[in-house]
Structures are given as structure tokens and as C-alpha cells.
């Protein structure tokens, strides 16, 4: 049973901060309900986990686990887990929090949630890793389900991570009751149950937007500079779609570093290249490599961060050249360096609905396992499509009648339709 006890507002610097920020801003701006702001400004339930695991060794180290549900008010709970040493229950915290305004937004019948494990996964072996996944599962139990709170992948996690969680999880079950789980993940390997287009739909979501913008500015992405932070799922699949509709790659960092070359980066080859060479960037042919600190101040016209949060900065934000910020990270601009971008015209299509693809199609996966169906890939990106334009819309409309940035407008939707469910069901009239 998950402790009940609620988490009290954000007081750290950070990825909590920043989302608690940007929350407030929208609710003072609809003057939300008082009582419906007091229940969406806490996480519902907090779930801390230490279990051991046997190394290849044979020495048995104990990892920390969490999984933190932020609201559930719309659905069940729905977000990814991410392996990585900042993974703490703060950020746990912010990140669920931004997934509930991302499904509220997206109009799914889901809340939000988000969690994983506090470690570098380059230092384990993938037999290590699927003890700590499974283990992990184990010590999660009941806590997650296909109709309670249902995890996907983030940074660092992947179809196979998600394939582990499912068997270990199918296996607590009585065998006539294991098919029935099958939606208790999302981003599962096509051959687990997973969904065609869930491999790039955040990507194509991110590409999505950018273009609904342009096409909104009266603009061709043909030969516009991009560069892209993080080369992961997210920024790769962002990065092949913009060049296959013209666009030129210029820079790319990644945690190894940073490459650039004016002329533009081949997305394609430097995806084979980082398979070849343990996920980094460094080295790719015809570039050149740059400190990491200038990334973000390269020029170009369109910037991607798709890794961590709190990159775009105070110190970095004066010095970005991009007309146009798309959000792939969650959290990678912080309010402080956004409202300078906003001040010098920069737009920022936030992370909410930039990056919503992902779990939109998430939605697709789980409808598909819970009524055995299986969707074809054109499908999948058509319904994609035409959800993240709708959301996208709506946005826009919401930004332009009530005179606010892109960000504010998709949490006042977000936040406008919990506070309807809320009052419909005359628990807050
Ligand atoms: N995978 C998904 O479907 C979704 C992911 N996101 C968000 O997108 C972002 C990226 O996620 P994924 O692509 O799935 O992760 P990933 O694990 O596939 O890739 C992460 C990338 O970020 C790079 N990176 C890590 N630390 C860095 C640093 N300090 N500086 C520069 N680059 C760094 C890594 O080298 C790697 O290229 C995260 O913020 C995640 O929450 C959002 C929605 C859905
Ligand atoms: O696909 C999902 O359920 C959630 C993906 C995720 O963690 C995110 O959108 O940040």
C-alpha cells in the first residue's frame, strides 16, 4: 500500500520549482477554483522503494526506486520511468505533475505519474539491468496496473526494459490472468504487445508541432537550421523527420558532448555511428567538436532540447539565436531564462504538448491490448496526426483570446479540464 501521506509544496530549486511555477501562473489566471488548486498542487501518493540485486559479481547492491502519482482525477495514472542519477523524489514529483497537465491536455482518459531508478545504467551489464528491472517491478507490485498506473519509457529506459516489467509482472498474476495485463505498460517491443509508431511517435510529435507552427508563421521548414540536444529517442526521430522535410541538422549534443558543422549533419549516419560507438556523438565524420557551453548559443533558427531538464537557462537563455524553441526534454527551459526568450519574441512550443505524442500513442497501445486489437503503422500516425493538430489548436486559439504565451495557454486547457471533472462531479460546485 502506497503511503497516503501528501508531499508538501515545492520549496527546492529545480524541476519542482519550475513546474509548481508554472502552474500557479496559469490558476491565478483562470483563478482557479481554491479547493481544486489545493488537491492539484500535491502528489496523491509517493512510492519509495530500496531492493537489492545480485551483480554479475555475486556482491549485492542495494538501488532506490520510485514511482510518484500526481493526480488521477481523469484516469489512470500514466508516465514513464527514467534510469539515471538525478532520478530523486523531486523530480519524480515534477515530472508526474507535467504529465497530468500533458494528458489533461491531450484529452486522454488518463492522470499522470512518473518514477525510476536513481543510477548510471552504463555501468551495469544488461544482465544487471534486467535483475534491477525486475526487481524493481517486484518491489512495485500492486502499485502499478493496467487500470491503476501504467509506466512507459524515458531516459534510459526502452522496449526491452518495458518487456521485462510486463513478464515480471505477468507472473505475479494467476495464469488466466495474465493476458489480461498486457496494458499494464506502454512502449512495449512490437512482438510483446507493443504498438506500431510507438518507437517514434514522441519524435514525430515534436516534428508534428514544429510544423503546425511554421505552417501557422506562413513559413517552410525547407532549409531551416535545427540542433538538437540529446540524441536519444526523442531527438533522433525529431532530427529524421526535419531533414526529410528539408531541414538541416548544424549542431547535436549529447552527454558525451557536442558536434557541429554548418554545412549540416546526415541524420541517418550519425544514428549508425552512435550504434557503433556506445551512444555518443563524438567523432561523427565531417564535424567538428564545440564546448558544451555554447551549445544553446549556436546559430540557427530552430532549437531542440531533448534531454534533461533546467538546460535552458538564466545565464544561456540571452544568448540563444533560435526564433523557435520545441520542447522534446520535459522541463528544459525554466521560467526564469523563458521569460527572457518571451521578451525577445522567442517562441516556445511547450513541453506539454510538444512532446504529447508519446503518450498519446502510449493511448493507442494500451486501447489496442485492452481490446485485442492490432493497428497498422499509417493508422496509428494518422489518428497521431490529427490529435496533436487539435491540441495544437487549441493552444494556439487559447494563447491569442486570452493574450498569454504558448505554455500558459496549454496549462490553462490542462488544468480548466480537471477542474470540470472536478466540479461535474459536485465535489468542488
Ligand atoms: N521517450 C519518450 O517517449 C518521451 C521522452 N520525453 C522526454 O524527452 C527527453 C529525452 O528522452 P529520451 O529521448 O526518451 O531519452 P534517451 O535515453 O533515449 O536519450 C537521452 C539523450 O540525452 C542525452 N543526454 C543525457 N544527459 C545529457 C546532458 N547532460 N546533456 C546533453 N545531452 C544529454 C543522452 O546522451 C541521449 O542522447 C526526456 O526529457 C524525456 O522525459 C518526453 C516524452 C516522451
Ligand atoms: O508514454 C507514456 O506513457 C509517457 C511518456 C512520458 O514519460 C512522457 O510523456 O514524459
Given at each position: 500500500?502506497?503511503?497516503?501521506?501528501?508531499?508538501?509544496?515545492?520549496?527546492?530549486?529545480?524541476?519542482?520549482?519550475?513546474?509548481?511555477?508554472?502552474?500557479n501562473?496559469?490558476?491565478?489566471?483562470?483563478?482557479?477554483?481554491?479547493?481544486?488548486?489545493?488537491?492539484?498542487?500535491?502528489?496523491n501518493?509517493?512510492?519509495?522503494?530500496?531492493?537489492?540485486?545480485?551483480?554479475?559479481n555475486?556482491e549485492?547492491?542495494?538501488?532506490?526506486?520510485?514511482?510518484?502519482?500526481?493526480?488521477?482525477?481523469?484516469?489512470?495514472?500514466?508516465?514513464?520511468?527514467?534510469?539515471?542519477?538525478?532520478?530523486d523524489?523531486d523530480?519524480?514529483?515534477?515530472?508526474?505533475?507535467?504529465?497530468?497537465?500533458?494528458?489533461?491536455?491531450?484529452?486522454?482518459?488518463?492522470?499522470?505519474?512518473?518514477g525510476?531508478?536513481?543510477?548510471?545504467?552504463?555501468?551495469?551489464?544488461?544482465?544487471?539491468?534486467?535483475?534491477?528491472?525486475?526487481?524493481?517491478?517486484?518491489?512495485?507490485?500492486?502499485?502499478?496496473?493496467?487500470?491503476?498506473?501504467?509506466?512507459?519509457p524515458?531516459?534510459?529506459?526502452?522496449?526491452q526494459?518495458?518487456?521485462?516489467?510486463?513478464?515480471?509482472?505477468?507472473?505475479?498474476?494467476?495464469?488466466?490472468?495474465?493476458?489480461?495485463?498486457?496494458?499494464?505498460?506502454?512502449?512495449?517491443?512490437l512482438?510483446?504487445?507493443?504498438?506500431?509508431?510507438?518507437?517514434?511517435?514522441?519524435?514525430?510529435?515534436?516534428f508534428?508541432?514544429?510544423?503546425?507552427?511554421?505552417?501557422?508563421?506562413?513559413?517552410?521548414?525547407?532549409?531551416?537550421?535545427?540542433?538538437?540536444?540529446?540524441?536519444?529517442?526523442?531527438?533522433?526521430?525529431?532530427?529524421?523527420?526535419?531533414?526529410?522535410?528539408g531541414?538541416?541538422?548544424?549542431?547535436?549534443?549529447?552527454?558525451?558532448?557536442?558536434?557541429?558543422?554548418?554545412?549540416?549533419?546526415?541524420?541517418?549516419?550519425?544514428?549508425?555511428?552512435?550504434?557503433?560507438?556506445?551512444?555518443?556523438?563524438?567523432?561523427?565524420?565531417?564535424?567538428?567538436?564545440?564546448?558544451?557551453?555554447?551549445?544553446?548559443?549556436?546559430?540557427?533558427?530552430?532549437?531542440?532540447?531533448?534531454?534533461?531538464?533546467?538546460q535552458?537557462?538564466?545565464?544561456?537563455?540571452?544568448?540563444?539565436?533560435?526564433?523557435?524553441?520545441?520542447?522534446?526534454?520535459?522541463?528544459?527551459?525554466?521560467?526564469?531564462?523563458?521569460?527572457?526568450?518571451?521578451?525577445?519574441?522567442?517562441?516556445?512550443?511547450?513541453?506539454?504538448?510538444?512532446?504529447?505524442?508519446?503518450?498519446?500513442?502510449?493511448?493507442?497501445?494500451?486501447?489496442?491490448?485492452r481490446?485485442?486489437?492490432?493497428?497498422?503503422?499509417?493508422?496509428?500516425?494518422?489518428?497521431?496526426?490529427?490529435?496533436?493538430?487539435?491540441?495544437?489548436?487549441?493552444?494556439?486559439?487559447?494563447?491569442?483570446?486570452?493574450?498569454?504565451?504558448?505554455?500558459?495557454a496549454?496549462?490553462?486547457?490542462?488544468?480548466?479540464?480537471?477542474?470540470?471533472?472536478?466540479?461535474?462531479?459536485?465535489?468542488?460546485?
Open positions: 500500500m502506497i503511503a497516503k501521506e501528501k508531499v508538501v509544496k515545492a520549496t527546492k530549486q529545480g524541476m519542482l520549482d519550475n513546474v509548481m511555477r508554472q502552474f501562473n496559469a490558476a491565478d489566471i483562470i483563478d482557479l477554483n481554491s479547493n481544486i488548486r489545493k488537491i492539484l498542487e500535491i502528489t501518493n509517493e512510492l519509495v522503494v530500496h531492493f537489492p540485486v545480485k551483480m554479475d555475486g549485492v547492491k542495494v538501488f532506490t526506486g520510485y514511482r510518484v502519482q500526481h493526480n488521477n482525477a481523469l484516469g489512470p495514472y500514466k508516465g514513464g520511468l527514467r534510469y539515471h542519477p538525478t532520478v523524489i523530480a519524480a514529483r515534477a515530472l508526474a505533475m507535467w504529465m497530468t497537465w500533458k494528458t489533461s491536455l491531450a484529452g486522454l482518459p488518463y492522470g499522470g505519474a512518473k525510476g531508478i536513481q543510477l548510471d545504467p552504463s555501468k551495469y551489464s544488461s544482465s544487471e539491468l534486467e535483475r534491477i528491472t525486475r526487481r524493481f517491478t517486484y518491489a512495485l507490485g500492486d502499485n502499478i496496473g493496467p487500470e491503476l498506473d501504467i509506466p512507459a524515458d531516459v534510459n529506459t526502452n522496449p526494459t518495458m518487456a521485462w516489467i510486463l513478464d515480471t509482472y505477468m507472473s505475479t498474476k494467476a495464469p488466466a490472468e495474465r493476458s489480461k495485463n498486457m496494458h499494464v505498460v506502454t512502449g512495449k517491443p512482438g510483446a504487445g507493443g504498438s506500431e509508431g510507438r518507437d517514434r511517435a514522441t519524435g514525430y510529435g515534436v508534428l508541432n514544429i510544423k503546425f507552427w511554421a505552417s501557422d508563421k506562413k513559413i517552410t521548414l525547407k532549409d531551416k537550421r535545427f540542433i538538437v540536444q540529446g540524441f536519444g529517442n526523442v531527438g533522433y526521430w525529431t532530427a529524421h523527420f526535419l531533414e526529410k522535410e531541414a538541416k541538422l548544424v549542431a547535436v549534443q549529447d552527454q558525451f558532448g557536442c558536434i557541429s558543422n554548418e554545412n549540416g549533419i546526415a541524420v541517418e549516419q550519425l544514428f549508425d555511428y552512435t550504434k557503433a560507438n556506445n551512444g555518443s556523438i563524438l567523432g561523427f565524420t565531417n564535424t567538428t567538436p564545440i564546448a558544451s557551453k555554447d551549445f544553446f548559443s549556436i546559430d540557427c533558427d530552430i532549437c531542440i532540447p531533448a534531454a534533461l531538464g533546467n535552458i537557462t538564466e545565464e544561456n537563455a540571452p544568448l540563444i539565436k533560435a526564433y523557435l524553441i520545441a520542447e522534446g526534454a520535459n522541463g528544459p527551459t525554466d521560467v526564469n531564462a523563458e521569460k527572457i526568450l518571451l521578451k525577445k519574441g522567442t517562441d516556445i512550443i511547450p513541453d506539454i504538448l510538444c512532446n504529447s505524442g508519446g503518450v498519446i500513442c502510449s493511448y493507442f497501445e494500451w486501447l489496442q491490448n481490446n485485442g486489437e492490432i493497428w497498422q503503422l499509417n493508422e496509428v500516425l494518422e489518428k497521431l496526426e490529427k490529435k496533436l493538430e487539435e491540441s495544437f489548436r487549441k493552444v494556439i486559439e487559447t494563447s491569442r483570446k486570452k493574450d498569454v504565451d504558448m505554455r500558459t496549454a496549462f490553462i486547457i490542462a488544468i480548466e479540464r480537471l477542474e470540470l471533472a472536478y466540479v461535474q462531479r459536485g465535489i468542488f460546485p
